[in-house]
């Protein structure tokens, strides 16, 4: 079974600042996929980055990067230069290695950040 | 490209109705997902499809709950009777292989 944890139910960035939210998982699979995944208060869910295990460079994607460090089973995203905007909910989520049953994503409960002024 | 597209937005009805969502997904996506999320549960998966195919249904709660994928341009998620319970928000998200999954956004449902 596979499972995600994100221990910040809330985290405050002033603007401009970076930011880091935490996430760890547990699988046993040897090949996995973990998501990033925006919520504003809108509702709407919005893909920001994705990490494949065997990546060997931790992904980018403008101002958003994962900070994968395997052994840890961690996989933090990091936001730079934070925007009002960016204020919102952030799920981590992990997808198995494909096939079968494994194409399901399993979501943490999610981190809340809001960004001040 | 036009993203998944969900109907209804939002939909209030009493218990005991029936209750159809509807989902477009992405043109090309062979994977479609139906997830729910509730304050309690977070965000769980329901049920996915590949090439119309269901492929994973354990997470759907109880028989009231079916799911159909005709083809590969639609699907829908009936509830039947409905039940208080059942309130949540329904997303549907589509894939192209193993690529992330984009999601719409989602049907706010509300039973009384």
């Known amino acids: 079974a596979q499972k995600i944890t994100q221990t910040q139910p809330g985290m405050f960035v002033q603007e401009k600042e970076a930011v880091t939210l935490d996430c760890t998982y547990d699988?046993?699979?040897?090949?996995?996929?973990l998501f990033w995944y925006k919520q504003p208060s809108s509702g709407e869910m919005i893909f920001l980055i994705y990490?494949?295990?065997?990546?060997?460079q931790n992904a980018t994607e403008g101002r958003y990067s994962l900070n994968f460090q395997k052994a840890r089973k961690s996989a933090n995203l990091v936001i730079s230069a934070s925007q009002l905007g960016d204020s919102a909910m952030y799920f981590c989520?992990?997808?198995?290695?494909?096939?079968?049953?494994?194409?399901?994503?399993?979501f943490g409960k999610g981190t809340l950040l809001t960004v001040n002024p | 490209d036009a993203g998944v597209i969900q109907s209804p937005r939002h939909e209030v009805t009493e218990m005991g109705q029936e209750v159809t969502l509807r989902c477009k997904p992405i043109?090309?996506?062979?994977?479609l997902f139906w997830y729910r999320q509730t304050m309690m549960r977070g965000l769980e998966l329901l049920i996915y499809?590949?090439?119309?195919?269901?492929?994973?249904d354990s997470g759907m709660p109880e028989d009231r709950f079916s799911a159909k994928m005709p083809n590969a341009s639609f699907s829908t998620l009936k509830i039947q009777p409905s039940e208080p319970r059942d309130s949540a928000v329904y997303f549907c998200?589509?894939?192209?292989?193993?690529?992330?999954?984009?999601f719409g956004d989602g049907t706010r449902l509300s039973i009384l």
């Open positions: 998200a589509s894939s192209q292989g193993n690529q992330p999954q984009h």
């Open positions: 990490q494949g295990s065997y990546d060997q």
């Open positions: 043109s090309g996506h062979d994977y």
């Open positions: 699988t046993s699979d040897p090949s996995y996929g």
């Open positions: 499809f590949n090439n119309n195919v269901p492929i994973d």
């Open positions: 989520a992990m997808r198995g290695r494909g096939g079968g049953s494994n194409y399901k994503l399993t």
